[in-house]
């Protein structure tokens, strides 16, 4: 399977952004597609996933309300559009597949086996 990541830039304070995560090479039947995120000097976490195959989606309280989470099934995409973006929300954005999710997994990092190249955001003025 192959993640291909992009969109990330660098915007003002209250600013926006569209990022994308194509995949490729894989079939699943259920699934997860997430976003983590990594900024300077902290641990990667997590922010947004869908559960593919019968689930919902599922957002980090930071960015609940700010960002949404979308997809195109017929085109193996998902998007994170980010609204009203502050410095905090500065961090190379990865998108990451997991196979056989369950509800419980769907936030946790180690249970993600497939990784995109990562998408810097950039949130300054």
């Known amino acids: 399977v192959q993640l291909q990541a992009s969109g990330g830039g660098l915007v003002q304070p209250g600013g926006s952004l569209r990022l994308s995560c194509a995949a490729s090479?894989?079939?699943?039947?259920?699934?997860?597609m997430a976003w983590f995120r990594q900024a300077p000097g902290k641990e990667r976490e997590f922010v947004a996933a869908?559960?593919?195959?019968?689930?919902?989606?599922y957002y980090a309280d930071s960015v609940k309300g700010r960002f949404t989470m979308s997809s195109n099934n017929a085109k193996n995409t998902v998007f994170l559009q980010m609204d009203s973006l502050n410095p905090e929300d500065t961090a190379i954005y990865y998108c990451?597949?997991?196979?056989?999710?369950?509800?419980?997994?769907?936030?946790?990092?180690?249970?993600?086996?497939?990784w995109g190249q990562g998408t810097l955001v950039t949130v300054s003025s």
């Open positions: 990451a597949l997991q196979s056989g999710v369950i509800v419980s997994t769907v936030r946790r990092l180690d249970r993600y086996s497939y």
């Open positions: 090479g894989g079939t699943f039947s259920r699934y997860a």
């Open positions: 869908r559960i593919f195959g019968g689930g919902s989606t």
